[in-house]
């Protein structure tokens, strides 16, 4: 029974209306509630698109620049080289 109210929630249409002050001018819109829920995916998806692949990324809080992640990575290589050199004399020291 529980089953059946289910299936009928996904199969009734729901709809959006937009009528303004003067009752002159009406919108409406029928889908049933996949079809919104589908709908909401789409527009999440173009805006996560907007916001991935273009310039417009950049005004995210915390997003690094390009400048940045250039200078991140050459910090990371240097402090890899220099640690390398530190196991290097750590090995000679040993070693005397």
């Given at each position: 029974?529980?089953?059946?109210?289910?299936?009928?929630l996904?199969?009734?249409?729901?709809?959006?209306?937009?009528?303004?002050?003067?009752?002159?001018?009406?919108?409406?819109?029928?889908?049933?509630?996949?079809?919104?829920?589908?709908?909401?995916?789409?527009?999440?998806?173009?805006?996560?698109?907007?916001?991935?692949?273009?310039?417009?990324?950049?005004?995210?809080?915390?997003?690094?620049?390009r400048?940045?992640?250039?200078?991140?990575?050459?910090?990371?290589?240097?402090?890899?080289?220099?640690?390398?050199?530190?196991?290097?004399?750590?090995?000679?020291?040993?070693?005397?």
């Amino acid at each position: 029974m529980a089953n059946s109210q289910g299936v009928k929630l996904f199969l009734h249409k729901y709809r959006l209306l937009w009528i303004e002050d003067s009752g002159s001018w009406r919108r409406e819109l029928r889908l049933p509630i996949w079809g919104w829920l589908l709908l909401l995916i789409v527009i999440l998806a173009g805006i996560w698109s907007i916001f991935a692949y273009t310039p417009l990324r950049h005004t995210i809080p915390g997003y690094p620049t390009r400048a940045f992640r250039e200078k991140y990575t050459k910090l990371i290589q240097r402090a890899r080289q220099l640690e390398h050199k530190v196991n290097q004399y750590a090995l000679m020291i040993e070693e005397l």
